[in-house]
């Protein structure tokens, strides 16, 4: 499963890098996502070639075996949870339209703008965020809703997501130390938690930073017991798309660069090869949108009047007010009957006021 996280990061790093690139040459059209995916299979196959023939040249091919699908683990009690939830999510994705308000409102209107104009611009709308949040999840919208011409499809992105979640969790777990009894416990526990299982099936952008940011942390802790240059890229690939997806993600490279520092040094080995991967990761990095909204509105987050109210003017009262609605939404139940008795009465109560009064 592991090959399958690699191959995602690697995915999604072409998606992003596509929309960019054929932006940039005027070419965002399903001729120009035709020849572009084709150069980055055969580059992949390319490089797949490569590793099989050193391989077999250092022996360490001799006697392995290939990776199989353990579909009897799913008998057990929380795998087939984990199973269950996997199911409904993609059922529900696949029955209703997606509802996402933010999606709805700026991040899909900017797919079909970007996809008329054949590239990225300046979108001239309401919402300022159209132009000045992070562009990652759409550039996976992008080549989906190219080939299907619908948004029935764009919960595939976090189901594909939301699979990867157990090898994830698993992998840094294991990597940070822990027991791999307790770490198989926990990736069957945590994706089971409300705000993933929820997202799974919808088109939030949630989920799928969960995943690069296991990724960025898994990796770099694997490369540091490897000593692989090719983990500390995929873990910087992984950062990269985290902070891609939306901007508020740019504080969780913290706990990444901790997990980074002892590695880095590994980048001098492929000097060449490791400067080509970091310009590519600020390729798919917040920084292109960064570098527009500071040419188009004079400031890096896009908002220089603080129009949409989400600068904090004051930490410390932001830090305060953050912590009280953690504590308060993490001890909320995920099956409350009373808040929709809560919520007529406050309906009836409302009505009740407006007819004291003559409204309409």
Partial sequence: MINLVKLWILGS????????ILSALHQLNLAGYAVFFFLFMAGLAVEYGRRRREGRATGAMAGAKPARWNLSRFRRPLPLLFLLTAILAAVGGALHAPNNYDALTYRFPRV?????ASGW???????VRTNVSGT???????PVFMVTHSDRFFFLINIVSYLLLPSLVFLVFVAAGFPRRVAWFWMWLLPAAL??????GSISN???AVVYFLSAIGFALQARRARSIRNVWLAFLAAALLTGVKASNLPLLLPIAWAFWPVLRLLGKRIVSSVAVVLLSMLVSFLPTAVLNQHF????GGDPNNN????????LAGILGNGLQLILQSLEPPFLPLARLRLNGMITSTSTSESSVGLP
Avoid: R
Avoid at 136 to 142: A, K, Q
């Fill in 13 to 20: 790093t072409a998606c992003v890098a596509a929309g960019w």
């Fill in 112 to 116: 079909l703008h970007w996809w008329a």
């Fill in 121 to 127: 611009h300046w979108v001239f709308a309401p919402s």
């Fill in 136 to 142: 990652g999840f759409e550039w996976l919208m992008m």
């Fill in 195 to 200: 705000c993933y299982a929820m997202q799974a």
């Fill in 206 to 208: 949630d989920t799928i």
């Fill in 297 to 300: 509105t004079g400031n890096w």
């Fill in 308 to 315: 949409e109210k989400v600068q904090v003017q004051k930490p």
